[in-house]
């Protein structure tokens, strides 16, 4: 083990001793955070929570530079766990009366339901993505209650339980705090001004082998950059960790363009609000930026992202699937040549999307501006069913 691993390893194992310090009534209500990214799903519940309800708050973090660990404040009480055996072992000895986390797959890898009492488990959406195509088949199965972000969650649950003969989950039609975070900050400040005429394009792609960084991202940021554009390239979380190399390699080939910036802070929406337009692949970020900006998607028609072989027994379309072609273009890789032309196609009459997509989003979304609200509702009263 190196000398940072040991390190690592030796706070994760004092955040676990702090944790199980506390008095049983400060462990009524725990978040588990996998990464720095997971805060901005759970502020708006945990806000409700704090304000409205009053309750005090467990954040365990496997982040050692999550920003919650310097948080003031004795309402929430943050510790970091690791990714290790510490965490293991804390999920196996858990004793808390409510468990809301964001990773999915629990009892299924090595993070299991707690062995030393029966805890309230919620799982709380990361993405607007239908349950049966991106996520891991049974990823689902050993929550209590799930906080669904549409009606494509509930139809797609429901489905799995009957087909596969699984006990019924209690399922919340909850929102999305992303989107609700998204759309009021859209409110408060207007679109950035253009400057010299020139579009401002977001590149937000999603990871993985087939995703647009190792595919054809490259090629796409050299036609924009010819083509004038202000580029802002945003990477996913998990390129970071798994293809940082190739991400300093598209840097570096890029610097020299005044018009290229990166921008690595997934948490910030500066770049969202600052853009015409997004082009992305299979990344949950178009869908937030279309729904909650009302602005156009272009999206590379790469391979889809399945991690479930059995998606297809599921009757439905994956939701990802189906709004892709309604909120902006869909245009082949081997068409990246076209995209300045629709580009200026889609941001000459902006308008005419707008209505469109507010359709869309009061068809497929609940609770717009509200998700905080109902999730901390049902939290709060779960906190009181278990014995």
Not at 175 to 200: F, H, M, T
Not at 216 to 227: D, N, P, R
Not at 311 to 339: M, N, T, W
Request: a positive charge; hydrophobic letters at 40%.
């Amino acid at each position: 083990m190196s000398n940072n691993s040991l390190s690592t390893f030796f706070c994760a194992l004092k955040g676990l001793r702090a944790f199980n310090a506390l008095d049983p009534d400060d462990r009524e209500v725990v978040f588990y955070a996998e990464d720095n990214a997971s805060w901005v799903f759970f502020e708006p519940i945990i806000k409700e929570l704090l304000e409205t309800h009053g309750k005090k708050i467990c954040y365990l973090t496997s982040s050692i530079d999550d920003p919650i660990l310097t948080r003031q404040g004795n309402k929430i009480r943050s510790f970091y766990i690791g990714l290790g055996l510490v965490r293991t072992y804390l999920f196996l000895t858990l004793k808390a009366d409510v468990m809301v986390m964001t990773m999915p797959d629990l009892e299924t890898f090595h993070l299991k339901r707690s062995k030393a009492r029966p805890i309230h488990y919620v799982y709380v959406f990361h993405s607007m993505f239908s349950v049966n195509m991106v996520y891991r088949f049974g990823a689902m199965d050993h929550f209590d209650t799930i906080l669904c972000v549409g009606p494509h969650h509930i139809n797609e649950i429901r489905a799995s339980e009957k087909l596969y003969n699984l006990k019924p989950k209690t399922l919340i039609q909850s929102g999305y705090g992303r989107l609700d975070s998204i759309i009021e900050q859209g409110q408060k400040r207007p679109q950035a001004v253009q400057e010299e005429g020139k579009k401002k394009v977001l590149l937000a792609p999603t990871w993985g082998d087939d995703a647009l960084l190792e595919t054809c991202a490259f090629e796409l940021v050299k036609i924009l950059m010819e083509s004038g554009y202000q580029v802002i390239y945003r990477p996913h979380p998990m390129t970071v960790l798994k293809h940082k190399m190739l991400l300093i390699e598209l840097q570096n080939k890029f610097a020299r363009y005044k018009n290229f910036r990166y921008e690595n802070d997934v948490g910030s929406q500066e770049s969202l609000h600052w853009s015409d337009i997004l082009i992305s692949d299979w990344s949950n970020t178009a869908i937030e930026y279309a729904l909650g900006l009302e602005r156009p998607v272009i999206s590379i028609d790469l391979p889809k992202k399945v991690n479930n072989p059995k998606y297809q027994e599921i009757p439905f379309e994956p939701f990802e699937v189906s709004i892709r072609s309604k909120i902006g273009k869909v245009i082949p890789p081997e068409r990246l040549q076209e995209i300045p032309g629709h580009i200026e196609e889609l941001c000459a009459n902006p308008e005419s999307y707008k209505q469109q997509i507010r359709k869309i989003r009061s068809t497929n979304i609940y609770n717009i501006g509200r998700s905080g609200v109902i999730a901390a509702t049902y939290i709060s009263r779960a906190t009181k069913k278990v014995e």
